[in-house]
């Protein structure tokens, strides 16, 4: 079984900068891909940013410049640097990997329980 566990959500100004941490563990073999998602009130999910265990990076055009994803793989560990917020990035951010499991070597997507970034004066 996998688990992730998120933190870094928080209150913050409209021009401050907050960092997500998503840390996995459990009977992981490898990570091939993780991700972040948010979802603000109201509005369907949406890809944030994602990173490949080859450190290919993806962003959406709504944060480009602004977030930086990272990944740490000794540590099977993802970031999200996010700078220069606004309030429109305001919503709950879910993690979520995509896992190769031991010792079973099957593919696994999981989801974290989501933290809540809120920018506002």
């Known amino acids: 079984q996998v688990q992730l566990a998120e933190s870094g959500g928080g209150l913050v100004q409209p021009g401050g900068s907050l960092r997500l941490s998503c840390a996995a563990s459990?009977?992981?073999?490898?990570?091939?891909?993780m991700a972040w998602y948010r979802q603000a009130i109201g509005k369907q999910r949406e890809v944030v940013a994602k990173?490949?265990?080859?450190?290919?990076?993806i962003y959406a055009d709504s944060v480009k410049g602004r977030f930086t994803i990272s990944g740490d793989n000794a540590k099977n560990t993802v970031y999200l640097q996010m700078n220069s917020l606004k309030p429109e990035d305001t919503a709950a951010y879910y993690c979520?990997?995509?896992?190769?499991?031991?010792?079973?070597?099957?593919?696994?997507?999981?989801w974290g329980q989501g933290t809540l970034v809120t920018v506002s004066s």
């Open positions: 979520t990997i995509v896992a190769i499991t031991a010792p079973d070597y099957r593919y696994l997507e999981v």
């Open positions: 990173i490949t265990s080859r450190g290919s990076t």
């Open positions: 459990g009977s992981i073999f490898k990570i091939q891909a």
